[in-house]
């Protein structure tokens, strides 16, 4: 099979598809591999070093041209795959709620999109979650580029010209991206507070060394819904959860957010009136800010400051990481097809749990049940 990556087009985007590492490993697979021009430069991968891996550099009209299998990190446009063999596989993130239009001409044009933001959350699938994988890096993202545009320092330091105090960090949503905040600033030096509404997180959060902020005797409440992912919670819950968030909050020197329930807008967990009540040179980092905030007024890609405190969010964390990011995904594709190739096929035969789950079309339909209706 010939496997082609495409340099990204979106804006900002900085990662690729394949590594030179991940390169080889397809190549000893038994595929060939072509890749375009500087795709792997934003990202500090050198056209020469997957040359010296074995894939092939060319335009973007000649790594797509019998393309069996085409691997992006967003999900090229279809126009884009002029020339890709009929029903080839594309491997990418496919945004597909907010670009259904997209998922339709992959249908109309025959290939089976893959979105790998769909990969299921179960033990097997866990390396070949890029959720994940690009979650963990901004989380730790987000806390460097919070201490960034922090005019103090995060470890306590006694100095001859006195004590400097540790920085109050205060975690809201404590899923991957979460617990790699924790332990990021952690190692900062910094005081970590955190909380999250699914109820296993507590000793998750105690296990970094942080402490656990919780909404008590609020009754009825699991906050965990199907595939360990948070659900919405009730009016009661969210006026206890404002009640303790607002009296944390204003003690706090850095605020890192990252709550998301799937499918729906990010839960908004701090207002204007909270910003207010915290120091002047607070830093507040919205993780969630491209899916509508978790933070009142927060911008992606802006450093905005409301009441004396900076709100920071980036549009795509994990490209502010790029060698990594990029490093990690490409492992991702690839354990992802490794673990379904057919040594007899010569290529990847999916089953029915993961395959099913991530697949957006074949044989000329949308067929993703996410998808139907
Ligand atoms: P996510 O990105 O969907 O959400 C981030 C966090 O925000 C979650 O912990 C969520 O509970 C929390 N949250 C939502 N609403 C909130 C609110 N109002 N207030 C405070 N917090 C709120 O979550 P995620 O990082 O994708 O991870 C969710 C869970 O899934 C974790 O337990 C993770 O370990 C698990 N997981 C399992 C696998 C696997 O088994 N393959 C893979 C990835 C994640």
Not at 11 to 26: H, Q, Y
Not at 101 to 106: A, I, L, T
Request: aromatic share 6%; net charge negative.
């Amino acid at each position: 099979v010939r496997i082609a990556v495409l340099k990204e087009r979106a804006d900002g985007e900085t990662r690729v598809a394949l590594t030179p590492e991940t390169a080889r490993k397809f190549l000893a697979l038994g595929a060939t591999v072509a890749i375009e021009t500087e795709a792997g430069r934003a990202a500090s991968y050198a056209d020469e070093a997957y040359r010296e891996a074995g894939a092939e550099i060319a335009s973007a009209t000649e790594v797509v041209k019998n393309a069996d299998i085409v691997m992006g990190v967003q999900a090229p446009e279809a126009d884009l795959l002029e020339g890709a063999r009929q029903g080839a596989l594309v491997l990418a993130i496919f945004d597909p709620f907010s670009r259904r239009d997209r998922v339709e001409q992959f249908a109309a044009r025959g290939f089976e999109a893959m979105a790998m933001e769909f990969m299921p959350r179960i033990t097997r699938a866990q390396s070949m979650d890029v959720l994940s994988s690009q979650s963990n890096l901004a989380g730790y993202k987000a806390v460097l580029s919070a201490a960034n545009e922090y005019g103090r320092a995060f470890p306590m330091m006694m100095t001859a010209a006195g004590t400097v105090q540790a920085a109050k960090v205060f975690v809201m949503g404590v899923g991957v991206a979460g617990l790699q905040a924790i332990a990021t600033a952690k190692r900062l030096g910094a005081q970590v507070s955190a909380t999250d509404v699914r109820s296993a997180t507590r000793e998750q959060i105690q296990s970094l060394g942080a402490k656990p902020i919780f909404v008590e005797n609020v009754a009825g409440i699991e906050g965990e819904g199907s595939g360990g992912y948070a659900t919405e919670m009730s009016e009661e819950y969210r006026k206890a959860q404002a009640e303790l968030v607002s009296s944390h909050i204003a003690k706090q020197d850095i605020v890192i957010t990252t709550a998301l329930i799937p499918g729906k807008p990010a839960p908004r967990l701090i207002s204007d009136a909270q910003i207010a009540t915290m120091k002047p040179g607070s830093v507040i980092f919205d993780l969630a800010v491209v899916q509508g905030g978790n933070v009142e007024g927060s911008v992606p890609d802006q450093t905005v400051t409301k009441h004396g405190v900076k709100l920071v969010g980036y549009a795509n964390t994990a490209t502010h990481l790029a060698a990594d990011a990029s490093a990690l995904y490409s492992r991702n594709l690839y354990n992802f097809l490794s673990a379904f190739w057919d040594k007899d096929a010569g290529k990847p035969v999916f089953d029915e749990e993961i395959g099913n789950a991530v697949r957006l079309t074949q044989g000329g339909k949308v067929v993703n049940e996410r998808l139907a209706g």
